[in-house]
């Protein structure tokens, strides 16, 4: 099992950018990625990238969020830019090792005026 802490949720404007961080307790051979789940929603995959680079985002955030992972493989960031209301979520890390699953205890991101 892994363990994985979030940082960097926040309240933001529309329009504005926020940078959400995950550090895992090992190296993590596997996808790294993030989720989110707003409110009476099911949980949804926002991005994900393979530690080869192979990177995969949700239809509703390309073109604004960026994935990448730190060179030690056991980061993984997700720049959230042109923010909108229904960017609202909790925002959680994901990993996969094997067959397993870990995943953060999340961040929450409100977008409000």
């Known amino acids: 099992q892994v363990q994985l802490v979030e940082s960097g949720g926040g309240l933001v404007q529309p329009g504005g950018s926020l940078r959400l961080s995950c550090v895992a307790s090992?190296?993590?051979?596997?996808?790294m990625g993030w989720y989110r789940q707003a409110p009476g929603k099911q949980r949804e995959l926002v991005a994900t990238?393979?530690?080869?680079?192979?990177?995969y985002y949700a239809d509703s955030v390309k073109g604004r969020f960026t994935i990448s992972r730190g060179g030690a493989q056991d980061t993984v960031y997700l720049e959230m830019n042109s923010l909108k209301a229904e960017d609202t979520a909790v925002y959680y890390c994901?990993?996969?090792?094997?067959?397993?699953?870990?995943w953060g205890q999340g961040t929450q991101v409100t977008v409000s005026s």
């Open positions: 994901h990993a996969r090792l094997g067959t397993s699953d870990s």
């Open positions: 090992r190296i993590i051979f596997g996808a």
């Open positions: 990238m393979s530690s080869g680079g192979i990177t």
